[in-house]
């Protein structure tokens, strides 16, 4: 009875682990999928981006790095 239920528990830890290496398994193949998506739009070479509009005035470390004439602030 006692080597019965041994291994019954074996079992069970087995089978958590192959359901934990399922998850694992899915989660690697999304971020696969993710990357070989961002690899096809910079393969295609069309990639827009949003930029913003330089402030007038604009002065700082962090506040936007480019001033109104398109150069770095300091």
Do not use: H
């Amino acid at each position: 009875m006692i080597l019965t239920l041994a291994a019954v528990n074996a079992n069970a830890l087995d089978m958590g682990s192959v359901v934990k290496a399922q998850v694992v398994l899915g989660q690697v193949t999304q971020v696969v999928e993710k990357y070989q998506e961002i690899q096809e739009v910079l393969d295609a070479g069309t990639i827009d981006l949003d930029v913003a509009e330089p402030i007038e005035g604009a002065s700082g470390k962090f506040l936007l790095p480019l001033d109104e004439s398109v150069e770095l602030t300091a």
